[in-house]
């Protein structure tokens, strides 16, 4: 990180937060700012750690909307733009697919044409002042549709997107890279795989198992709960997006994964045997909460990534393993809950 102005949309969400509360101390002579709409999913209560750091500014706001964005681009005189905001809930993609095109492609396409007429001259030719100004989109590995049983994505993985989520996400990537072929932006992308951890929204699946089976209700399970997701520990996320931030090579991609497949019912199961641990009940195991649920339209089988590239070019490696993420997870999101009661 540079000791200039980096801005961070969806800074109060799930991996924004955590992303920000990690580097807003590490980097103290970097000015973060945080660009947010605060919808249901965020909350500025997960940058409470941060919320009165000298190199930390919150600004309420969409990244749609180009006249606020120019004027945040303006006033805190931005450098570089670390890509968040993003709607990424698959089932609410399917019940309201245009919220997602909005957020996800309007919204990508608004920054990237504020940060190139803000940043460079004309195509290929920065301004003095933002020769190394960069552009990070943080996307997903959704984009490249469903596996089967065996094989990795990886970065030469062609696009499938399967879900409005995705295929929205697959857009606003395409429209990173024209600006980097086109214009000669200095961009970055990241695609990850599935994200646990603290500030998760509740609607997620393993807060969702915590919380229901804290509260004794059903746990519900998609289909027969054998969708593989390969599960990646936030703070290893957000090192690795660090990484790319400050090593990567312009215009590539990186594909940022845990190397910790598990289908749906270990995970649910691996929880309810932590909280049988944690908090026992009197006279039940929480696996018998367990139940399964008509499964979600277009639901992907296995998402798994190959991070060799990442691993090998910038000395990246995740250092949570499932188990020890999770458990660290769970003892989280319990504290969370019992405090709320």
Avoid at 66 to 90: C, G, K, P, T
């Amino acid at each position: 990180m540079s000791n200039k102005s980096v801005l961070v949309t969806g800074g109060a969400g799930f991996i924004g937060s955590n992303f920000l509360n990690y580097v807003v101390e590490k980097y103290p002579k970097t000015s973060f700012v945080c660009l947010d709409s605060v919808t249901y999913a965020g909350d500025v209560e997960n940058l409470n750690k941060i919320r009165k750091a000298k190199n930390f500014t919150f600004v309420h706001g969409d990244i749609c909307d180009r006249s606020l964005v120019e004027r945040v681009f303006h006033h805190y005189y931005i450098h570089d733009v670390i890509h968040f905001a993003a709607e990424s809930h698959v089932d609410n993609s399917i019940t309201n697919p245009d919220v997602f095109i909005e957020t996800n492609v309007k919204g990508t396409f608004t920054l990237l044409d504020v940060a190139y007429k803000k940043w460079m001259q004309k195509p290929f030719e920065s301004k003095t002042e933002f020769e190394k100004s960069r552009f990070l989109h943080v996307s997903t590995d959704e984009v490249y549709g469903s596996l089967g049983k065996t094989g990795l994505f990886t970065e030469e993985t062609p696009y499938a997107p399967n879900s409005p989520y995705s295929a929205s996400k697959a857009s606003s990537d395409f429209i990173v890279r024209s600006y980097f072929h086109t214009y000669g932006m200095n961009t970055v992308i990241t695609n990850c795989s599935n994200n646990y951890g603290p500030f998760q929204h509740d609607e997620k699946l393993i807060p969702t198992v915590i919380r229901k089976a804290l509260n004794e209700e059903n746990i519900p399970i998609y289909g027969d709960g054998k969708n593989i997701r390969d599960w990646l520990y936030v703070l290893d996320h957000c090192v690795g997006i660090e990484k790319a931030f400050n090593e990567g090579k312009a215009g590539e991609v990186y594909n940022i994964g845990g190397k910790n497949e598990r289908d749906n019912n270990y995970i649910a199961t691996k929880i309810c045997e932590i909280l049988d641990e944690l908090k026992p009940l009197p006279s039940k195991s929480y696996k018998d909460l367990i139940t399964y649920v008509e499964d979600r339209a277009g639901h992907d089988f296995r998402y798994a990534i190959d991070a060799s590239k990442i691993e090998n070019e910038l000395n990246w490696e995740a250092q949570e393993n499932f188990e020890s993420g999770i458990l660290k997870t769970v003892q989280w999101y319990v504290n969370k809950y019992s405090n709320k009661k």
